[in-house]
């Protein structure tokens, strides 16, 4: 009896967190959408009045599809609703279409579509180890983490003010983490199968996945000393898991395989024409490396060493995709951010198969391949941080030393994603929701880890507090300057390079806490 009591009392608190969350998310509706409101606005009427045949070749809006089938079948479900409330939102010619019933329907399908979500942060609490147990409900790991996955101001914001459909895709990945925690290995790989093809950017954590399902699935023992036992190879278990593959990708691929329109949808996927950087720089390598070129071609030309005229102008303001061409530093290319990604990830892959650690290593390894991909990879967004902010909250609710480098990550990653946010309205907004959140992570985790060493040193401590003194300068000093017309663009560059140089640090100092770590795992009974 005192077993159900306890657990109707962890429903409770947890049903009161989601319904707080979504219920704020209803409070967002009309606030400012970006231009991936039309973007998904187009896809819903590609998907309802074209034959599949054409879903890849529609041109009529700049914004063609560009996400897998699964994405696209997922658009055309919502479209056979979205008929019910206007019609005319279904009109493909109907560009940057916005009647209120259009506004409302989008924005409800991101709060509703987020129920996946807030079930897949329910099972993940459940794999949270309760060694750290507390009498006060606010100090347990698992209601820190509900906290951390469910209000979470990255993905508040790119979700239900920016717009995007983040939240069920996150729910099927950290559903997929759980079920691998939980060691029911297939659901996660079909799970993991079913994402890749809902959104393509997570193949990014692809190699996390494969190698630990290798290794924990495929090899059922280890030896004594935590090595793998070579003889223990399952061929049934690998079979499995090569179905599971073939079919998703069957389901999702087939249809433009008979129409012959797979190059076609492979060349929507990826977009290499679109140049190494967005317009705004996501804050990863290239945008230190960008930076560190027009400080060497200012420097170059003071100098006399460049000739002004052979120069290439290039704007980083209007949030137009575009290419940028370096002036001091070599160009890079999609190949060498290939090699590079790869590079840096492999270290992180070996760990995971030579000093396996478990789940926790697993996680580990995910979120390094998704901080090494966006550190290097080709044309990234600043969105796409959360790929690595979201997991490394199950990591930060366990460990002193994961939770300070989480801090860092977390800070600076949501920091950085102020500039999607530029109208005025949105300014207290974002300002306020980052603050309740930034605040309850520093003090939930300190609580949680007090009677260890500080999260953080005084280096990053200084590092963070001058997040302050950059916003304000950006958002309030620099528009009252004549600085503004001459150079538009600073305050992006700003913000970029600086949390850039973050992220990065996070990067290393989790590579180092990886490869440091002794193995602690277990020998496996076959």
């Known amino acids: 009896q005192r077993g159900r009591v306890m657990a109707a009392g962890r429903r409770g608190w947890f049903r009161v967190l989601a319904l707080g969350v979504s219920f704020l998310k209803c409070l967002l509706i009309p606030t400012y959408h970006s231009t991936d409101f039309e973007v998904h606005r187009n896809w819903l009427a590609i998907t309802h009045n074209l034959p599949l045949s054409q879903w890849y070749y529609e041109a009529t809006s700049e914004w063609t599809l560009d996400y897998p089938p699964f994405f696209a079948w997922f658009e055309y479900a919502l479209s056979h609703i979205a008929k019910y409330f206007d019609p005319k939102m ?16 989008q924005r409800f399908s991101v709060i509703l579509t987020d129920i996946l979500f807030i079930y897949a942060v329910r099972e993940c609490c459940k794999c949270v180890n309760g060694k750290r147990a507390a009498k006060d409900i606010l100090e347990k790991p698992t209601f820190i983490l509900a906290v951390l996955l469910l209000w979470n101001f990255g993905l508040l914001i790119v979700d239900h003010i920016h717009f995007q459909y983040n939240g069920f895709l996150f729910g099927l990945m950290l559903l997929s983490v759980a079920r691998l925690s939980q060691k029911r290995y297939l659901e996660g790989a079909l799970l993991f199968a079913v994402l890749l093809h809902f959104k393509h950017i997570f193949v990014y954590v692809a190699p996390a996945y494969g190698v630990y399902l290798l290794r924990s699935y495929c090899f059922t023992a280890n030896n004594a000393d935590g090595s793998l036992k070579w003889r223990s190879f399952s061929f049934l278990h690998l079979t499995l898991l090569g179905l599971i593959v073939c079919l998703v990708s069957a389901l999702s691929l087939g249809p433009f395989i008979v129409l012959g329109q797979l190059p076609q949808v492979i060349s929507c996927l990826f977009p290499f024409k679109r140049g190494l950087c967005h317009a705004y720089w996501a804050p990863n390598f290239w945008a230190l490396y960008n930076a560190m070129d027009k400080a060497l071609t200012v420097v170059g030309l003071k100098c006399n060493f460049l000739d002004p005229t052979k120069i290439p102008k290039a704007s980083m303001t209007g ?15 999609p190949l060498a951010t290939l090699i590079c990604t790869f590079l840096s ?11 396996p650690q478990g789940p926790r290593g697993f996680l580990q390894c995910l979120v390094l391949c998704a901080l090494s991909s966006f550190m290097f990879g080709w044309h990234v967004h600043e969105k796409a941080i959360l790929l690595a902010i979201l997991p490394l909250s199950l990591l930060s609710v366990q460990r002193a030393k994961d939770a300070g480098i989480y801090l860092i990550l977390t800070t600076t990653g949501h920091f950085s994603l102020f500039p999607l946010l530029f109208t005025a309205p949105e300014l207290p907004i974002k300002i306020l929701l980052m603050l309740l959140f930034t605040v309850y992570s ?32 950006c958002e309030i000093l620099f528009p009252l ?15 970029s390079v600086y949390c850039a140089l973050g992220i990065t640090y996070a990067w290393l100092k989790l590579y180092a806490s990886v490869l440091t770590e002794r193995t602690s795992v277990r020998p496996k009974a076959e």
């Open 90 to 105: 279904l009109v493909i010619e109907n560009l940057n279409y916005t009647s209120h019933a259009t506004i409302f329907f």
């Open 319 to 333: 949030g137009l995709v575009q290419e940028f061409q370096h002036t001091v530093l070599p160009s890079v290319t």
């Open 345 to 355: 990830i492999l270290p992180s892959v070996f760990c995971l198969w030579f000093k």
């Open 442 to 473: 520093f003090s939930s985790l300190k609580s949680l880890f007090r009677r260890e060493r500080p999260l953080l040193n005084w280096l990053e401590t200084i590092y963070l507090l001058q997040l302050v003194p950059l916003e304000i300068f």
């Open 481 to 495: 300057t004549p600085w503004k017309l001459r150079f538009p663009f600073a305050p992006l560059l700003l913000t």
